[in-house]
């Protein structure tokens, strides 16, 4: 033995043992933590343990007071820590230090493919929840994007399990080094706004486990989430809040779970299955609880008086309250009861940078013919920004995540403060009213002045930049319904038609966090997806659209050419949105790409695609074997080079598909991706490992995961439909 090998040896011994020594420091913390809750049950009285497990206010549950054990306090959302909402409705309390930094919307940090980001985002969002004495954030949102239509599909991580798993887990542990809980939302099966409340899904177990299930589970697994939040639908005939098959068994028993089931605002339907189907938390139940006496309202909640009547009845066992504040004293602990704690930050400057910079990476340059973008800051030159979006607010409205920030850079702000040579001029084109939770107020503007002045306004320009798209209006991009049509809305295709017949030389940006249809597209030179993208979104936009960043997003989902190619419409009604009281997820496994994929159907934009400034070529893709066993990890390598003028990142990604498999697949799958930053002329190797683990499909007869022995192919590339090389592997 060398002495290299010797000191090789030494340092494996000494993490080793500094990681055992770790492992069990957090083993016996959590013995003497499990101890001393064990002790606090044994004080408490029936009453007390019941009036911790449902809501005392909106956003709070109760303490209790003779122990010094504290209340617990809970904010929205995904991408920003609400304001303060009153004690007993959803009006806004009207506090005057409750503003924040409002970061990009989860479809913009999927579309970053940079986990790293994710934990900046989640670890800066939790600073900021801990500043405003939170103990919860409601949030990430996992649901997949099964339909452009949901309203919620923007506070969701895209379409796909694995990037959402991927982005989630970091995300989790950011807001939790800050002794805050994340409540990952919403479990399962919420893909839709339209009728969430009553709505019965019907799901395979494989599109269960292998498409909407993952990402929670990386959330509970690889994250160890402290809460989780019930969803309002119904899965095979039972809510989801509680459920026997996702919370008992799936959540609580096969993926161990030892946080806090919450449920969603009024998702509770009934005490016996709230109390014996894993709900640890009833929150929300009716804006003032169920009563309509003077009464308290809390006292009616379903994990409430029902609650301990039926175990004082003997109905229901005393264990089963004991294991539910069991698991709150535990998020206590973790959160509001760790020494230490620290007081968390906000509006800092870091947290304004991670914001833009998220807001930067998600960009996605969809269309650049005749180099479009970037757009230089000439002398000269007047650039009209026209459309509402270029002013209007994107943090307000949009439902729970509603945001109050210090400051929001509209696109019309920060194209203004970037461009110093060039004149921005401005006009709105057409006016829509306030964005209302469950309501449609009209503009009392008038539309046609709007319209001819907007015209007028890009008559007067060398170039023309539309900013239109949707908004978090009630049927837009909102909590509570679906958007009903896949267009673009107020008449905004009549408009960019208009605005070419005036001025050839149009680029869009396009505000939305859902596909759209794009018969508009040949009207448009440039067009980039700007998402919702919070306080620093005018500067994020200014940034690439002066060429100061260079756009490395890449879609978080497809973009289908008309409705009808997305896999859940279809199958009609039933599949998409239910006949009211079912609904079938036909397309089965086949969400997303895998879907346009498997049934040969060209998107508009696939999944994974997004243009730069620069370009990139792949090369030398190589797996390390040709054959492999199931304990295996394939190793994928490949050359990236950047062959353009501008340094810049690029995103390789690898999809595995199995050839002639005994059961349905999609014809690809993402199995692993890796963002690099390359500067011009330079390339990098990069090497990416796929555990073989991770092709298993589940095996709905053994109702466990299978790995299929056989002939598979390795897929490398820069976008779901730009495959540069594949390769071909075996699994023994
Ligand atoms: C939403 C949740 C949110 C809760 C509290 C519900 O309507 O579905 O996502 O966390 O309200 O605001």
């Known amino acids: 033995m060398n002495k ?23 083993r016996v913390q959590e013995d003497v933590i499990n101890v001393k809750i064990d002790s606090i049950l ?33 904010s929205d959302g995904p991408h920003g820590v609400r304001a303060e909402i009153s004690w007993d409705s959803w009006d806004y309390a009207g506090w005057t230090n409750d503003s924040i930094t409002a970061f990009p919307a989860l479809t913009c940090l999927a579309a970053s493919f940079n986990p790293n980001l994710s934990s900046q985002f989640g670890n800066s969002i939790g600073e900021e929840a801990l500043y405003r004495e939170k103990d919860v954030l409601l949030g990430p949102g996992v649901n997949i994007y099964r339909t452009p239509l949901n309203g919620r599909n923007f506070e969701y991580l895209g379409e796909d399990p694995y990037l959402a798993s991927v982005m989630v887990v970091p995300y989790i542990k950011g ?113 003032d609880g169920l009563g309509t006496t003077t009464s308290n309202h809390y006292d009616y909640y379903y994990l409430a008086s029902p609650f301990l009547k039926a ?16 698991r709150i004293l535990r998020l206590m602990y973790r959160t509001t009861l760790k020494p230490n704690r620290g007081f968390g930050r906000i509006n800092n400057k870091e947290h304004h940078e991670v914001a833009r910079k998220v807001a930067q990476e998600g960009i996605v340059l969809l269309k650049n013919e005749n180099n ?54 401005h006009a709105m084109g057409y006016h829509t009213g306030p964005s209302v939770y469950d309501n449609v107020i009209p503009s009392k503007l008038n539309q046609d002045s709007l319209r001819v002045q907007a015209i007028e306004t890009a008559k007067k320009a060398d170039i023309v930049l539309y900013v239109g798209g949707l908004n978090k209006s009630h049927l837009q991009d909102c909590e509570g319904d679906d958007r009903q049509y896949y267009e673009l809305p107020y008449n905004q295709e009549e408009f960019i038609n208009q605005l070419k017949a005036v001025n050839p030389n149009l680029g869009m940006l396009l505000v939305t966090g859902n596909a759209v249809e794009t018969p508009w597209l040949d009207k448009v030179d440039g067009l980039i997806q700007t998402w919702y993208l919070g306080s620093m979104a005018g500067h994020a936009i200014a940034d690439v659209v002066s060429g100061d960043v260079n756009p490395s997003g890449k879609l978080p ?7 009808k190619d997305n896999g859940a419409h279809f199958y009609g009604e039933l599949s998409y949105p239910g006949d009211g009281t079912n609904q079938h997820y036909k397309e089965d496994i ?56 501008e340094s810049g990142a690029e995103v390789v990604q690898v999809y595995v598909g199995k050839k002639k498999s005994k059961v349905k697949r999609a014809l690809k799958e993402l199995k692993g991706f890796s963002k690099v930053n390359i500067q011009s002329g330079n390339t990098k190797t990069v090497s990416i490992d796929i555990p073989v683990s991770a092709l298993a499909y589940y095996n709905e007869d053994k109702s466990d995961w299978d790995i299929e022995k056989g002939a598979y192919i390795i897929y490398v590339g820069n976008a779901s439909n730009n495959i540069t090389k594949t390769l071909p592997i075996s699994i023994n």
């Not at 000439?378 to 307000?396: C, P, Q, Y």
């Not at 989902?557 to 409705?563: A, D, G, H, M, R």
């Not at 049934?599 to 620069?614: C, D, Q, T, V, W």
Request: net charge neutral; charged share 20%; glycine share 6%.
């Open 4 to 26: 290299y090998s010797i000191s090789l040896l030494f340092t494996f011994f000494t993490i080793s043992i500094i990681y055992s020594q770790n492992t069990v420091a957090k």
């Open 42 to 74: 044994s004080l408490l009285s029936i009453e007390e343990k019941v009036a911790m497990c449902h809501a005392q206010s909106k956003f709070s549950t109760k303490g209790v007071e003779r122990l010094g054990i504290p209340e617990i306090w809970m």
């Open 175 to 287: 807001v939790q080094k800050n002794n805050v809980a994340a409540c990952v939302k919403h479990f399962a099966l919420n893909n839709q706004e339209h009728l969430r409340s009553t709505i019965n899904v019907e799901a395979s177990d494989r599109a269960l486990h292998e498409i909407y299930l993952p990402a929670f589970k990386a959330a509970v697994t690889e994250a160890g989430v402290w809460s989780i939040m019930g969803a309002y639908n119904k899965f095979r005939g039972q809510h989801t809040t509680h459920h026997e098959l996702l919370t008992n068994k799936i959540l609580k028993k096969d993926w161990g779970f030892d946080g806090v089931v919450i449920s969603d605002w009024s998702s509770t339907h009934n005490t016996m299955e709230a109390a014996l189907n894993g709900l640890d938390m009833e929150m929300g139940t009716g804006t």
């Open 311 to 326: 175990i004082k009845q003997g109905k229901i066992e005393e264990s089963v309250v004991d294991d539910k504040v069991r």
């Open 372 to 425: 479009f973008f970037p757009i230089e800051d000439k002398k000269g030159l007047t650039i009209a920004v026209i459309g509402e979006n270029a002013t209007r607010s994107m943090t307000a409205g949009g439902g729970s995540s509603e945001l109050k920030p210090q400051f929001e850079i509209s696109p019309l702000e920060g194209m203004k403060q970037r461009y110093r040579n060039a004149k921005i001029i």
């Open 557 to 563: 989902f497809s973009f289908p050419k008309q409705l």
């Open 590 to 645: 086949l969400v997303g790409y895998r879907w346009h994929d498997t049934k040969n159907i060209e998107p508009r934009y696939a999944f994974g695609y997004g243009l730069s400034y620069s370009s990139f070529s792949i090369s030398n893709v190589e797996t390390n074997k040709k054959k492999y066993n199931t304990e295996d990890v394939i190793t994928v390598s490949c050359n990236v080079n950047n062959v353009g003028n």
